[in-house]
């Protein structure tokens, strides 16, 4: 079967599964579900106290998946626009709404509109534009049944997206949760089709690339009192993924299960978080809840993501013979459709082939963007105390110093970093107990930054004394707190799943605690083939001996490489190091591998070995300027540099201009106090413009 068409089919199969299963629970408690049904293992009839669907036989589906097709038919109905763009009549789709209601009234259906649903399209049966009846709807209407934009829309251009998710809810759901929880859903499905052409994304990173790809759209939709709904996602993927809170009950009271937004949608992502199978959806019909539409929501995104060959056949013939969907059908023109709208109306646009006749036969084209990787931090973190003086007191002296505030520090300002420039970030530093690591997970979650980190009992995690001079030299004490005692196997576990394209950041100052040396050196062994390495190897000198030799750039400022070199058996090797350019070329002699050596306001030098690119030579290194600022606190500015270039890398940005970027960021965020002062990715790209400007009249 064509590997898209799979997934496109797989996405309303999903969908129709997941509703099916939740269709004789809807509404109902836990307890209750327990006390008719035990516990649901597979399709089976609406109980007669069932509130919604008595009596309804197994394989029946409920209003998310009528709604969806109602939805597909409209979509396929007016084809791509002239512009090549897809998107619902707001008109056409509210009336079409109230007849699938009358239908369903007249049929004696217990399963009508939901409620913002149904407020808003009363206002317009009572003769009320469409267009000004949606912005008070919350709930999960938008979002149940948005799958068929996801499979006939490409994410690849964010306004032509977005506005197709817009048209499915500004008739009933305008509001910035409406358009968050669709945007969620159809983003999933829609990379999901894409991943086609990109097997190694697994279903937990795509989840985590939607998020972070609607999490950069522009706001939509009227202000409401109710939660954010991605960040309430990003919460709920976050306990999914610590064993500590991502038992169901435990996701049930933290999450929610109702028919919002803010609960439907991320207890959606974080079952198939959870775990990434068909296993997800059983979970879902036996929360209690909303459970047809979260059951619904999350087979979307499982089937979109793995292909309908991943549903259990025989429970989507049942529900094909109950509920006569022809799912089949419309998902081979949706997906025509996304074709269409890619390259244009033509009569001489290929058809979409639903079987592949030969294993060599190739995949009908497209042209999706290659997905993003992530920036996964392997090192600690934990809070400055920033101090400001004229200069640090003599042995037994005192000094006066102005209290800068408190700030979560360490690799958080790597991270912090990473996402100024759009990057999907990740912490696996380990968390305690105490008021420090609830400034961290607080912290962390503020930014958008996953935490897979170990959790620590019984200890809180550290501090920091940063003191910057005058000059804004700045100098540590810091203690040592649940950061420093990674368990063995923590970072390994994690380390083994990532894919091509993901960059590690190794913070150099995990060598200098015994635990996490173990971890990362066991984390190291295990990494895959096409993840990059970036080794900030700190001010402690922190060099793994299981560093990789391939995909690895070892980042040190100058004052570092001095001090390796005076740490080097060889003599001739220190003597290099005194201007950063020959530095630079003795640390490749000394390490083997590409290194960067940060000069601050004389920019930075880098050097791979000869062989390892196209026209590398190691007979001198390369320049890199940066910005002239004027400097007022470089704590932070070594993280805001290695930060930028992971994520620079992870976007795929050509090594060269990546190197640009970074320097920007490393100058520009001396400018502003505080560790993670990392300017905007606007700021940073326009002064890497500059200087290219710059360059190019010289």
Not at 214 to 238: C, I
Not at 257 to 267: D, G
Not at 436 to 458: C, K, M, V, W
Request: hydrophobic share 45%; net charge negative; proline share 7%.
């Amino acid at each position: 079967m064509d590997p898209r068409f799979s997934r496109a089919y797989g996405a309303l199969a999903g969908l129709a599964l997941g509703d099916a299963l939740g269709m004789p629970t809807q509404a109902m408690s836990p307890q209750e579900i327990r006390s008719v049904y035990g516990r649901i293992t597979g399709l089976v009839d609406g109980d007669a106290s069932q509130p919604y669907a008595p009596g309804m036989p197994a394989g029946s589906v409920t209003d998310d998946t009528e709604q969806a097709l109602l939805v597909a038919s409209l979509l396929l109905r007016g084809r791509a626009s002239s512009s090549g763009r897809v998107a619902l009549n707001a008109v056409e789709f509210a009336h079409a709404l109230l007849a699938w209601e009358d239908s369903m009234i007249e049929r004696g259906s217990l399963d009508l509109l939901g409620p913002s649903t149904k407020a808003a399209l009363e206002r317009v049966r009572a003769g009320e534009d469409p267009l000004t009846v949606g912005g008070e709807g919350t709930t999960n209407g938008a979002a149940m049944r948005v799958t068929p934009i996801g499979i006939a829309v490409s994410t690849e251009d964010p306004e032509a997206f977005a506005e197709a998710v817009w048209s499915s809810c500004r008739v009933t759901h305008a509001t910035r949760q409406g358009f968050q929880s669709a945007a969620l859903v159809a983003a999933a499905v829609s990379m999901g089709i894409d991943a086609a052409r990109s097997p190694s994304l697994d279903l937990r990173s795509l989840l985590w690339k939607a998020l972070t790809y609607v999490d950069s759209l522009p706001e939509r939709g009227a202000w409401t009192p109710d939660p954010d709904v991605v960040a309430a996602t990003r919460r709920a993927m976050q306990l999914a993924a610590n064993p500590a809170s991502s038992s169901l009950e435990c996701l049930v009271e933290q999450v929610g299960t109702s028919v919002a937004s803010a609960h439907a949608i991320p207890m959606a992502f974080a079952l198939l978080a959870r775990d990434p199978s068909p296993q997800a959806l059983l979970d879902a019909a036996n929360l209690g809840g909303d459970t047809d539409t979260i059951g619904a929501i999350a087979g979307a995104i499982l089937g979109a993501a793995l292909g309908v060959e991943v549903l259990p056949a025989d429970s989507l013939s049942m529900i094909e013979e109950v509920s006569q969907l022809g799912l089949s059908s419309v998902a081979g023109d949706l997906l025509a459709l996304r074709d269409q709208a890619i390259v244009g109306p033509s009569d001489a646009r290929p058809e979409v082939s639903r079987i592949v006749t030969s294993p060599e036969e190739p995949a009908p084209t497209s042209s999706p963007a290659s997905p993003a990787g992530r920036v996964v931090l392997m090192g600690q973190i934990l809070v400055d105390l920033a101090v400001r003086g004229e200069a640090l007191p003599s042995p037994g002296g005192d000094v006066w110093a102005i209290d800068e505030g408190m700030h979560v520090g360490g690799g958080f300002n790597a991270l912090v970093a990473a996402r100024r420039m759009g990057a999907e970030a990740v912490s696996l530093s380990p968390i305690g107990d105490g008021p420090y690591s609830s400034l961290i997970q607080a912290a962390l979650a503020r930014e958008g930054i996953t935490d897979f980190g170990p959790r620590i009992a019984g200890i809180d995690n550290g501090f920091c004394i940063a003191f910057t001079d005058r000059t804004g030299e700045r100098t540590f004490i810091s203690t040592k707190g649940a950061e420093t005692m990674a368990p063995a196997s923590a970072w390994a576990d994690f380390v083994r799943t990532m894919h091509p394209g993901d960059v590690l950041y190794v913070d150099g100052y995990l060598m200098d605690h015994p635990a996490n040396r173990v971890a990362a050196e066991a984390a190291l062994r295990v990494l895959p083939e096409g993840v990059r390495v970036i080794l900030d190897v700190s001010p402690v000198i922190g060099i793994p001996e299981e560093l990789p030799s391939d995909d690895v750039i070892v980042s040190m400022n100058h004052r570092e490489a001095q001090e390796i070199g005076q740490q080097s058996e060889d003599s001739s090797v220190c003597n290099r190091c005194r201007e950063p350019h020959e530095a630079a070329l003795a640390m490749l002699g000394l390490l083997g591998r590409p290194v960067l050596v940060r000069a601050g306001a004389a920019g930075a030098y880098f050097v791979r070995p000869a062989g390892t690119a196209p026209n590398a030579s190691n007979e001198d290194a390369a320049h890199i300027p940066t910005p002239h600022v004027e400097a007022i606190d470089t704590n932070g500015a070594g993280d805001a540099h290695s930060g930028v270039l992971a994520a620079s890398l992870a976007h795929g940005i050509p090594m060269g201009r990546a190197l640009l970027l970074a320097n920007c960021a490393g100058a520009l965020s001396t400018t502003a106090v505080g560790p993670a002062s990392c300017p905007t990715r606007s700021q940073i790209e326009a002064a890497a413009d500059a200087l290219e400007a710059l360059a190019d009249e010289e």
